[in-house]
Nanobody, 128 residues
C-alpha cells in the first residue's frame, strides 16, 4: 500500500484560500486515482474531489465545485487541493486517499470503500 501524508492545513478567515498537499511514498503513484475527503466533528466523512491516474479527469462534490481545484504531479508523487473562497462550513479534517481500481473518476469516487490507503488528515478551520 502507498503511504500518504497530508500537509497545508491551518486557520483562515472566510473568503480566504489554502492549498493542501498530499505526499505519497513508493514508485507506483501514477497507478492510483486519488481523492480528497473531509470530516467535520460529529459528521460522516464526505467526498470533496478526485483525480484520475494521469490527472486528465477530475470530479468534484457540488459543495466545492468552482471553489476547489484538485491537481497532481506524478513526477513528485503529490496531489494537491487548492481551496479558494473558503466558508466556515468547509471546516473539517481533510484526508487524501488512494484508489488502485479506478481508471477514471466520477460518481463512484464518492464511495470511501473505493480507496485502499488513507492519510492521517490535516485540520482546516475557517473562521467567520
Amino acid at each position: 500500500q502507498v503511504q500518504l501524508v497530508e500537509s497545508g492545513g491551518g486557520l483562515v478567515q472566510a473568503g480566504g484560500s489554502l492549498r493542501l498537499s498530499c505526499a505519497a511514498s513508493g514508485r507506483t503513484f501514477s497507478r492510483y486515482a486519488m481523492g480528497w475527503f473531509r470530516q467535520a466533528p460529529g459528521k460522516e466523512r464526505e467526498f470533496v474531489a478526485a483525480i484520475s491516474r494521469s490527472g486528465g479527469n477530475t470530479y468534484y462534490a457540488d459543495t466545492v465545485k468552482g471553489r476547489f481545484t484538485i491537481s497532481r504531479d506524478n513526477a513528485k508523487n503529490t496531489v494537491s487541493l487548492q481551496m479558494n473562497s473558503l466558508k466556515p462550513g468547509d471546516t473539517a479534517v481533510y484526508y487524501c486517499a488512494a484508489d488502485t481500481r479506478s481508471t477514471v473518476v466520477g460518481p463512484n469516487s464518492v464511495l470511501t470503500w473505493m480507496y485502499e490507503s488513507w492519510g492521517q488528515g490535516t485540520q482546516v478551520t475557517v473562521s467567520s
